[in-house]
């Protein structure tokens, strides 16, 4: 069961609100039996219609946006099909990820009608950044030892798990990714360190405001069960807080503004 989305940021033309794990952003095909979904969340919460603007995958948690009028919608939509909005991720992964690199791997679409070997390879390129790591004496595979990764992950693109498959196709799975992870480390986490999620959240957006001459600058606070593991990992220095910030042409003229606590309740 979810409650009201923590809202991170709104105004008169849009909504950012904070996803949990779990939660559909609105119904397809693919979501038989389901009756609870963010966008039908925030409509209620708001009292208004909202209109999403892009998509998280439903394990994802983190920053989603809405819209509150159809224009807005269209613009904020070509700003993402432009790729003009920058987003910016953590994961947690299996193994001592890169320093730094750039995972430049065209994907094929894996849910369409079609078998995967007959559709078009397109363009993916995500950057990602080692943060932190951890070694646990614990023997998880074929180790006595057992390591993992704190990832800033910064997609330039927007294909379907891309995140998840570029660190999979580079040999650092995100934890509880059930189709391109490993399941030891998985049920791992699951069993012994509560964590029976995929530990991927979208912490951070920029994009230009459809209505101001300036960048909005928004960040996400983590969901309960990340930020205890950031805590156990000797990682609270990576914890993001949720924050908005504006900038205009001029630096002088930022303006940031942090929330110590969510403005509503935390969907479990």
């Not at 994907?107 to 009608?113: C, F, I, N, V």
């Not at 057992?146 to 650092?172: C, D, F, M, V, W």
């Not at 990714?177 to 920029?206: I, Q, T, W, Y």
Request: hydrophobic share 35%.
């Amino acid at each position: 069961m979810f409650d009201a989305l923590p809202i991170v940021y709104q105004d008169d033309t849009l909504v950012a609100v904070r996803k949990p794990s779990g939660l559909l952003v609105h119904r397809t095909a693919l979501a038989r039996g389901e009756t609870r979904f963010a966008l039908q969340c925030l409509r209620d919460q708001l009292g208004r219609h909202v209109y999403p603007v892009h998509r998280l995958d439903r394990p994802t948690s983190g920053l989603l946006l809405f819209a509150l009028d159809p224009g807005t919608a269209r613009t904020l939509g070509e700003e993402f099909t432009a790729q003009r909005v920058r987003k910016r991720y953590l994961a947690v992964v299996r193994g001592i990820g890169p320093e730094h690199e750039w995972l430049d791997a065209p994907l094929r679409e894996e849910d369409a009608k079609r078998p995967k070997a007959e559709m078009p390879a397109q363009p993916a390129r995500t950057e990602v950044r080692r943060l932190d790591s951890v070694e646990l004496p614990v023997q998880v595979d074929r180790y006595p030892q057992t390591r993992y990764s704190l990832i800033e992950a910064r997609p330039l693109t927007g294909r379907r798990h891309q995140i998840r498959r570029h660190l999979s196709g580079r040999g650092y799975p995100i934890i509880g990714d059930a189709k391109h992870g490993k399941g030891l480390h998985n049920r791992f986490f699951r069993e012994r360190l509560d964590c029976p999620r995929l530990l991927l959240a979208a912490v951070g957006m920029s994009f230009r405001h459809p209505e101001h001459r300036a960048t909005l600058y928004i960040d996400a606070a983590l969901e309960t069960d990340m930020r205890q593991l950031f805590e156990r990992f000797g990682w609270s220095g990576h914890l993001p807080v949720d924050a908005v910030r504006w900038q205009s042409a001029a630096p002088s003229e930022t303006l940031e503004t942090r929330h110590a606590e969510p403005s509503c309740h935390e969907c479990l």
